[in-house]
């Protein structure tokens, strides 16, 4: 998850857009983490995993506004990606934290990068 993690923050500090192959090869990778890994993630990780999947929603649903060809494509993303968040969501509910707790960690983590 950390390698994920400082890829994204890389992606958040660029001025230029990355392409929808590398976008979709990066979602990729998040997911497949995911699939492998998602019981084993401790707290931090399970957090990072929210973070990130919130961040490529939120450009998936950008990029499907702006790029209309594609358009069906990030919404795909961006749907799978809400399942997941939704998925970890209740992971970290069950590991103790609050909602509130859960944003602020969020939060934190945005204002880090």
Request: aromatic share 10%.
């Amino acid at each position: 998850m950390e390698k994920l993690f400082e890829k994204l923050k890389e992606y958040l500090n660029m001025d230029t857009e990355i392409s929808y192959e590398e976008f979709e090869a990066y979602y990729q990778d998040v997911i497949s983490l995911l699939n492998a890994q998602y019981q084993e993630l401790n707290k931090e990780e399970t957090i990072h995993g929210r973070f990130i999947l919130s961040i490529i929603m939120s450009n998936a649903e950008e990029r499907a506004k702006n790029y209309k060809s594609l358009a069906k494509k990030y919404k795909k993303i961006y749907n799978k990606c809400q399942i997941w968040a939704e998925a970890l969501t209740l992971r970290l509910l069950k590991m103790g934290m609050t909602k509130d707790e859960i944003i602020q960690a969020e939060k934190d983590l945005h204002d880090s990068v």
